[in-house]
C-alpha cells in the first residue's frame, strides 16, 4: 500500500483562495506546504470559465491580490484571461506552481486524533496537521432537470462548459437564465448568431458600470508611480463599501440605485411592455446587483428574443417556456448556475469522534467567522458559510481569512498547540448573529428566491456586513474564540 506523504499544510484548491493561503503561510515562516488541484493548472473559476464575454464584475485593480497589485491591467474590469494570466504570473513570482500537485482532486478528509488524513480520487494519499480549503462555491454546473430534454438533437452545453469548437454563427440558439454569466456571454453571442431566445425566468437588475481601456501612458504611470495602482485600490474599495448601504435598504441609497437602472433601461429599451418584461419583480439588492453597459441594447437587438419564463420542456428541437410559448432551436446553452449550498455540504470530511461534515451542517451550513467549525480541528475554509458579498470583492474577505488563520497558527506554534477547533458556544453566539442580521435584510426580506440560500430558504451564503466590519473582526478574533483539540 501506498505510504501517505506528511504535509504540514494541506490546501485544496489553486484559485484566488488557495495561493493567497500559500503565499501568505509561507510568509509566515511555514515552509511545508501543498496545494492539491483537481485540474491541470492553477487559476480556479478563471481556468474553468472561458465563454466569450467572461469577465469580472469588480474593478480589476481591486480584484487583485493585495500584495501583487497590477500596473499592467489594460481595462477597468478585466477579461477572464488576463485575470487568469495574472494570477499565473503572480503563482510563478511567488514559486507556488512548485507546491502544486495538479490531477489530485480530493475524496475524502478523516481527523485522527492529531492529523487529517486525505484521499484523493487519483489514489493518493496525504496525512496533513492542517487542512485549509479553497476550493470555492461556484464550481459545479447546476443543469435542470427538464421534461424531454434527452430527445433534443442539438448541441447543449454548460456556461462553465463552453464548447469553443461549435460555431454559434447564423445558429438559433436558447439561453436558458440571466444570471451573471448569461448577461456576459449572451451581447457576444448575439453578435453572430441568427437568432437568440433568451428565457428569463426573474429579471434581474443591471446596472450600468464605468468600463473602458486603461491607456499605455496610465499603466507606465502605474509602474512608476506605484503607489497609484494602490491609491486606486483604495478609492474603489471604498466606494464599493458606499454600496452596502443599498443592501440594508438606505432609501438615499436604493433611490439612487433604482434611477440609474430606470435611466439605462429606458435609454436602451424603447418598447414598454419589453421594459416591463424586463422589470425585477423583487426589490433590488435580493438577487445579485449585474453590471453591464450592453445588456439593455442587446435585448432591443431584432435578433434576440426575451421570454418572460422558465424552460418547462423539451420536444426534439422544440423548446416549451413555462407560459406555453414554443420555439425552435438548434442549440441550447445553460446559464443556469451552480450548485452552491449542496456543493459544500456533499465533501466527505469526518471530524473528531466520527462526526461528519454532512452531520455537523444537517440543519445548514455554517462556519465560526466563516472559517471554522466545531468538531474540525484544524480545518479552515476560505470563502466558506457567510463569507460571500453583495456589494464588493470577496478577494478581500479571502485575505482577512488568511491573515486570521496564518495569525492562529503563528499563536499555536508559540505556545506549543497543535490543534484548535473553534469554541461551540462562540460558533452559536455567531450563528445566531449572523442569522438575526439577514433576517431582515434585503437577501431574506425582498421578495426573490436566490441560490444564497438552502432548500429551507436559509442564508448560509452570505456576510451581512461592510468588509471592513470583517477585516476588523478577523482581527480581533484570537484564540480565545478557539480551543485545543482533544487527543483522541
Ligand atoms: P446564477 O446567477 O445562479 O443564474 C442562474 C440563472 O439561471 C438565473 O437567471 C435563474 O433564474 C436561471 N435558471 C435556473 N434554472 C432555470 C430554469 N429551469 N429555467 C429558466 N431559468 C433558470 O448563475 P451564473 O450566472 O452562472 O452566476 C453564478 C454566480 O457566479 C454569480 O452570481 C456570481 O457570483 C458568479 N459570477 C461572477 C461573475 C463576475 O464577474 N464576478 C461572472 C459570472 C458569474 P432565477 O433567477 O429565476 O432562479
Known amino acids: 500500500m501506498m505510504a501517505a506523504r506528511e504535509v504540514d499544510i494541506l490546501i485544496i484548491g489553486s484559485g484566488f483562495s488557495g495561493l493567497t493561503m500559500a503565499m501568505e503561510a509561507r510568509r509566515r515562516g511555514f515552509a511545508d506546504i501543498a496545494i492539491l488541484e483537481k485540474a491541470d493548472d492553477i487559476g480556479g473559476t478563471w481556468r474553468e470559465n472561458t465563454y466569450p464575454g467572461v469577465a469580472c464584475d469588480v474593478p480589476s485593480h481591486l480584484y487583485s491580490f493585495a500584495r501583487h497589485l497590477n500596473p499592467d491591467w489594460s481595462t477597468s474590469y478585466a477579461g477572464g484571461n488576463e485575470i ?118 426573474t429579471a434581474p437588475y443591471v446596472l450600468p458600470r464605468p468600463d473602458g481601456p486603461i491607456r499605455t501612458w496610465m499603466q507606465r504611470l502605474h509602474h512608476w508611480l506605484p503607489f497609484l495602482p494602490r491609491l486606486r485600490r483604495y478609492v474603489i474599495f471604498n466606494l464599493f463599501e458606499i454600496r452596502h448601504a443599498m443592501f440594508m435598504g438606505k432609501p438615499w441609497a436604493v433611490n439612487g440605485a433604482m434611477k440609474m437602472w430606470r435611466k439605462e433601461l429606458e435609454r436602451s429599451i424603447d418598447d414598454p411592455q419589453l421594459q416591463d418584461v424586463l422589470t425585477p419583480p423583487y426589490q433590488i439588492g435580493c438577487k445579485r446587483v449585474l453590471s453591464s453597459n450592453d445588456w439593455y441594447p442587446t435585448l432591443a437587438r431584432k435578433n434576440v428574443t426575451v421570454l418572460p419564463a422558465g424552460l418547462n420542456g423539451v420536444s426534439y428541437k ?21 450548485h452552491v449550498t449542496d456543493s459544500l455540504a456533499s465533501i466527505d470530511i469526518t471530524g473528531e469522534n466520527g462526526l461528519t461534515l454532512q452531520d455537523s451542517w444537517k440543519d445548514g451550513l455554517q462556519a465560526h467567522l466563516g472559517t471554522t467549525n466545531a468538531g474540525f480541528p484544524n480545518l479552515f475554509f476560505l470563502l466558506g458559510p457567510h463569507t460571500g458579498l453583495g456589494h464588493n470583492s470577496v478577494v478581500l474577505m479571502i485575505e482577512a481569512q488568511v491573515a486570521h488563520v496564518c495569525r492562529m497558527l503563528d499563536a499555536m506554534r508559540q505556545q506549543g498547540i497543535d490543534a484548535i477547533a473553534p469554541r461551540p458556544e462562540a460558533q452559536v453566539a455567531f450563528e445566531q448573529e449572523i442569522q438575526a442580521r439577514l433576517n431582515d435584510s434585503v437577501w431574506q426580506a425582498g421578495g426573490c428566491v436566490s441560490w444564497y440560500q438552502d432548500e429551507n430558504g436559509r442564508n448560509p451564503t452570505l456576510w451581512p456586513g461592510t468588509v471592513r466590519e470583517y477585516q476588523r473582526r478577523m482581527k480581533r478574533s484570537g484564540l480565545e474564540q478557539y480551543q485545543p483539540a482533544k487527543a483522541e
Not at 499565473?88 to 507556488?96: K, P, S, T
Not at 479553497?134 to 434527452?150: E, K, N, Q, R, S
Not at 469553443?164 to 451573471?180: E, P, Q, R, S
Not at 437568432?195 to 428569463?200: L, P, R, S, Y
Open 318 to 338: 422544440t423548446l416549451t417556456a413555462s407560459d406555453g410559448t414554443e420555439v425552435e432551436v438548434d442549440v441550447v446553452i445553460w446559464g443556469t448556475g451552480f
Open 84 to 201: 487568469w494570466m495574472y494570477m499565473r504570473n503572480v503563482a510563478r513570482d511567488e514559486g507556488l506552481f512548485e507546491l502544486c500537485h495538479f490531477g489530485q482532486t480530493m475524496q475524502s478528509a478523516r481527523w485522527t486524533g492529531s492529523r487529517w488524513q486525505v484521499e484523493t480520487v487519483e489514489g493518493q494519499k496525504w496525512s496533513a496537521r492542517v487542512l485549509v480549503s479553497g476550493i470555492g462555491a461556484l464550481h459545479i454546473p447546476l443543469i435542470p432537470d427538464v421534461p424531454g430534454f434527452f430527445s433534443f438533437p442539438g448541441p447543449s452545453f454548460h456556461s462553465a462548459e463552453w464548447e469553443h469548437d461549435l460555431n454559434l454563427t447564423g445558429k438559433h440558439v436558447a439561453v436558458i437564465g440571466t444570471g451573471a454569466s448569461a448577461v456576459q456571454f449572451i451581447p457576444e453571442i448575439a453578435k453572430t448568431a441568427a437568432h437568440v431566445t433568451v428565457f428569463q425566468r
